[in-house]
Antibody, heavy 120, light 113 residues
């Protein structure tokens, strides 16, 4: 059974940093691209970042470019999101999701999410 | 704001048919990119409902169907059930934005009367 479990969320002050993790199991993690998608309270879904299976290709939404860094450790079946210079508008539930290659790619499994709150 | 527009809400009685539209443009749906749909039950993570415009993953009831035409796509729910009350999002890709851009629709809340 495919499982994605996020952790690392919490309350952080504006300008602060946080590192999210996503532990994957039930599939060959190293064979799949992975994404982070976020959802602000009461709002819709927003794609944040993508990383290919071997970390060769990395993409970011303009809203987080230069502040967030996605990475993965295939030996540990883990995905990460380092978030720096956090702003109030980064407050959201962050989901990791497995990517299925298509035109365009879609996300077939999602974690339960971890809440990040940026507030003073 | 999102480049894919959905109605904020739709409603129907149990057993009825409801449809949700996802309107894009020539830089996303109209450019030939497929549309995928996700269902988000209250307080839970999104779940893949339809992929590649009209394909259902294993386990998704056949009362859910999708279609695409031109710059728009639609999700239909026939035989509406109480457990279908959720938020629904379409997803595609937009080539007009800088960089790599998966885009989601604005979301539609389905209410079962």
């Amino acid at each position: 059974e495919v499982q994605l479990v996020e952790s690392g969320g919490g309350l952080v002050k504006p300008g602060g940093s946080l590192r999210l993790s996503c532990a994957a199991s039930g599939f060959t993690f190293s064979s799949y691209s992975m994404n982070w998608v976020r959802q602000a309270p009461g709002k819709g879904l927003e794609w944040v970042s993508s990383i290919s299976s071997s970390s060769s290709y990395i993409y970011y939404a303009d809203s987080v470019k230069g502040r967030f860094t996605i990475s993965r450790d295939n030996a540990k079946n883990s995905l990460y999101l380092q978030m720096n210079s956090l702003r109030a508008e980064d407050t959201a539930v962050y989901y990791c999701a497995r990517v299925i290659a298509a035109r365009p790619d879609y996300f077939d499994y999602w974690g339960q999410g971890t809440l990040v709150t940026v507030s003073s | 704001q999102s480049v894919l527009t959905q109605p904020p809400s739709v409603s129907g009685a149990p057993g009825q048919r409801v449809t949700i539209s996802c309107t894009g443009s020539s830089s996303n749906i109209g450019a030939g990119y497929d549309v995928h749909w996700y269902q988000q039950l209250p307080g839970t993570a999104p779940k893949l409902l339809i992929y590649g415009n009209s394909n259902r993953p294993s386990g998704v009831p056949d009362r859910f169907s999708g279609s695409k035409s031109g710059t728009s796509a639609s999700l239909a729910i026939t035989g509406l059930q109480a457990e279908d009350e959720a938020d629904y999002y379409c997803q595609s890709y937009d080539s007009s934005l800088s960089g790599h851009n998966y885009v989601f629709g604005t979301g539609t809340k389905v209410t079962v009367l």
